[in-house]
């Protein structure tokens, strides 16, 4: 049966709904919307607005919840961040100290992770266009996976790792043509997506790779799409399909020692229903599990995603054929509404705003573009300048997608963890805007 797509006529959820689901987010009738136990009010008269704000708390209990379901469904099973979800290296680090690994995507990725203090045997290295210069210096740092994605790269691994002196510890990342009914930026498992390698050329290819120089062919990965939530019917489908390609490995005689099962576990930003990791463990345990290896997951918004938040302050209400709430938060901060039409439940930060009269706004900010527009028409009491919101479940695919268009700073980076918070990336200075650029003496003065 085919999951349904996601229902959009219904009504957004109330503020009252939207607190609910959010366990690190609460209401204090005097301090108003809290993260944890900090009021959101003190960390903007601190830090200003824009600001992202993470939670310690649900970060941990995120991924206690991951691991503790994959551990109850009996699987041995490690889990690598998705660290292009949230690259700080305060959440790296506390993510670190719950024993995640990370999955990293680039040179710069590679090195944040490092600095974030996560040794090279907990790092993953995928991706479809990886540089000779990442592949040195993933080997050089002999980290603990790189996911070949082509039969090119396994040649350009080869010849790099030879030449290094090295064994790269690779896996093979297939594409089991499936369609994970996500949006179509962000789904990545079908025949024409750039990623993987063709499932029916992949043994072949493994083969090939196995019996390369420099390579040690340590098992095959997959990544289907991201923000899944059409329930586990592709996960199922990719993952027999692996099966089926571990055994026919086996019987050909070739090593394999772990299956690398991706991330893309959807979360709840509005009202679709997402599934519990239980129901992922589940899907691992039915099509993996009797194959008697080591899985390994790559999540990265569902870890991160609800755990932040993007803070900030009204600049202006504009009233005219449509009410524009116009904040100083901006599609260089959030990309995901005008990049994906992703929802983001907005959230008044004053406890009077709560109990206020509601009408349809648009919000939106200040750049110069139409696209620049968190939410159209969403039930929002009166909002003048200086009032505070909060644009929710942006602890994914939030700051990393962050640019400086329009010449704004890139916004501070917060961290709560119970009563206490800490900056923990500094606002991009207006210095830093500049910095390294130079006007060439020949455009004279
Ligand atoms: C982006 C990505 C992930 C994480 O996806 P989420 O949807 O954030 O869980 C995992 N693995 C690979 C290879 C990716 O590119």
Redesign the pocket.
């Given at each position: 049966m085919a999951a349904p797509l996601p229902v959009t006529n219904d009504p957004d959820p109330t503020f009252a709904e939207l607190i609910a689901g959010r366990p690190h987010i609460r209401m204090d009738a005097r301090d108003g919307l809290m993260v944890e136990g900090v009021p959101l009010a003190r960390i903007a008269a601190v830090v200003g607005t824009p600001a992202w704000v993470y939670s310690a708390g649900s970060l941990r209990r995120r991924t206690r919840a991951l691991t503790g379901a994959l551990g109850a469904a009996g699987l041995d099973a490690s889990v690598h961040f998705?660290m292009?979800?949230n690259d700080n290296l305060a959440v790296l680090a506390l993510l670190h100290r719950e024993g995640l690994g990370v999955?990293v995507?680039s040179e710069g990725e590679l090195r944040l992770a490092r600095a974030a203090g996560i040794p090279a045997s907990r790092i993953v290295f995928?991706?479809v266009g990886k540089t000779e210069r990442e592949l040195r210096l993933a080997l050089a740092e002999d980290i603990f996976q790189i996911?070949a994605e082509s039969a090119e790269e396994i040649g350009m691994i080869s010849a790099l790792a030879t030449a290094l002196g090295r064994t790269a510890r690779v896996a093979l990342?297939v594409n089991p043509d499936v369609d994970a009914r996500t949006h179509a930026k962000?789904t990545?498992g079908r025949a024409e997506n750039k990623?993987g390698v063709a499932i029916d050329d992949a043994l072949v290819l493994y083969a090939r790779m196995a019996a390369s120089p420099g390579i040690e062919a340590v098992g095959i990965?997959t990544?289907i799409?991201?923000?899944?939530t059409a329930g586990m019917a592709a996960y199922r489908t990719a993952y027999a399909r692996l099966a089926e390609m571990v055994h026919a490995i086996r019987a050909v005689g070739l090593p394999i020692l772990r299956v690398d099962c991706?991330?893309?576990?959807?979360i709840t930003y509005r009202d679709e229903p997402a599934p519990m990791p239980e129901a992922l463990a589940g899907a691992i345990k039915v099509t993996l599990g009797g194959l008697g290896l080591p899985v390994m997951l790559?999540?990265?918004?569902?870890?991160?995603?609800p755990a932040g938040l993007l803070l900030a302050s009204v600049v202006i209400e504009k009233q005219g054929a449509r009410r524009f709430v116009i904040a100083d938060a901006a599609m260089n901060d959030l990309l995901r509404p005008s990049m994906y039409d992703a929802w983001h439940g907005i959230l008044p930060i004053s406890p009077i705003a709560h109990h206020a009269p509601l009408s349809p706004a648009d919000v939106v900010g200040p750049v110069c573009e139409t696209g620049d527009t968190f939410a159209r028409g969403r039930a929002l009491p009166a909002l003048p300048a200086g009032e505070l919101i909060a644009f929710l479940d942006a602890g994914?695919?939030g700051a990393t997608m962050s640019s400086t268009y329009n010449a704004r700073p890139l916004a501070p980076e917060v961290l709560v963890d119970g009563t206490r918070f800490a900056v923990v990336r500094d606002r991009q200075s207006y210095a830093a805007l500049a910095h390294g650029q130079r006007i060439p003496d020949w455009i004279g003065a």
């Open positions: 998705a292009k979800a999955d995507v995928s991706g996911n990342r962000i990545t990623f990965a990544h799409g991201s923000q899944i991706g991330g893309g576990l959807g790559e999540p990265g918004r569902w870890i991160a995603g994914a695919y």
